[in-house]
């Protein structure tokens, strides 16, 4: 890790529902002593199951709820009111449903990192199972990518890989990704917590060492 940084990176989680992918990065931080810290996890619902998991763990919670603001802006902004007060160097999407405004990606550019379930650029927004299916592709995964103000199409840090098998459905597709997405996330932001990961000028990600950034099902 390089001497300039600091003891701990600072990591706040941002959820929509129970946050499998939340107490995956919660996991790897404490079991394997990342140089960092979850210091909140904050939903887009009060009734998040997530919220009660993270405060088991001794993990400061907050939730905003969107229809309680005018527009998307008065919600994004009071979003990043509220995920300052924790001084973080990695905002981490975990299952975060709102579709975010450029103002809120600018103001955390090459800090805001989501997983999406898909190998992009293949599938980018909703219902990516179902389309991965009807498309026929026999092989279907998940991305990792920091945020750009254009929806799912952010700079890949780490991608996971798992096959389409027949009979599958778009719950037992989501199933087999959501395992490997469990692995892909928290590696990625292990990278970034120690400092090897980096953007180059035409916004491609490198990372220190060469580490295997391509995770399959059979890995697990």
Known sequence: MPESLPLKRRLVILISGRGSNMQALVHACRDEAWPAEVCAVIASRPDAAGLS????????????????????????????????????DYVLLAGFMRVLTPGF???????????????????????????????????????????????????????????VRVGDTPDILADRVLAVEHQAYPAAVRWLVEGRVRLTVDHRVEVDGDPQRLFTEGEI
Not at 63 to 70: G, I, M, N, Q, W
Not at 125 to 146: D, P, S
């Open 53 to 88: 998991w993270a405060r088991e763990q001794g993990i400061a919670t907050g939730a905003l709820y969107h229809k309680d603001f005018p527009s998307r802006e008065a919600f994004d902004t009071a979003l990043a009111e509220e995920i300052d007060r924790y001084q973080p």
């Open 105 to 163: 990606v600018n103001h955390y550019a090459g800090r805001l990192v989501n997983i999406h379930p898909s190998l992009l650029p293949m599938f980018p927004g909703l219902h990516t199972h179902a389309q991965a299916l009807a498309t026929g592709v026999q092989l279907h995964g998940c991305t990792v990518h920091f945020v750009t103000p254009v929806l799912d199409h952010g700079p890949i840090i780490a991608q996971g890989c798992v096959p």
